[in-house]
């Protein structure tokens, strides 16, 4: 596997967490007593706002702060960023925060994406949709990103999910 020795240890350590965290919410959830639906409400609530910060921030590190459609990274005071980690498949429906159900999108794109404005193929190149009235004076327009390669991890098993790319070709992109 080729890592870059930089971010080794980095990713190592997110996946481990990520691993981790997965083992341990599968035992939690077989420790939980449904009898009691005051209390385990709460704490899946809970659970739930963890792992979602944590999806976010480790989609967008391993993307380098980096829209994967647009290339776009603009940071301010270390916190403040341009890009999201976006859900392939929707977290409301499928309560899928795995970083492989992942990817680093800027605003604009993580909207357009949701939307189904534009896909990714089985080789990770944009699709777009055929219908969309553009006008981008400065900035390079979302038609003709259309082909071109999405911008992906460096190691292949940080690489969005082809299962969760093809559920999203099929049920959010409006060709
Ligand atoms: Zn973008």
Redo the contacts with the bound molecule.
Sequence with gaps: MAFFSDDENKIEGILQVNQSWQNYSDKEDKQIDYSNLDINPRWSFRRTIVRNAFFRISVVRIYENR?A??G?KVIKNGNQNIVDGAHIKPFSQFYDSRIHNGIS??K??HWAFDMGWFSVDNQYKIIISNDLEEVSPHAKPMKDFHGEKLLLPKTEQLFPEMEALEWHRQNIFKA
């Design positions: 829209c459609f647009c776009l999108l800027c604009n794109h």
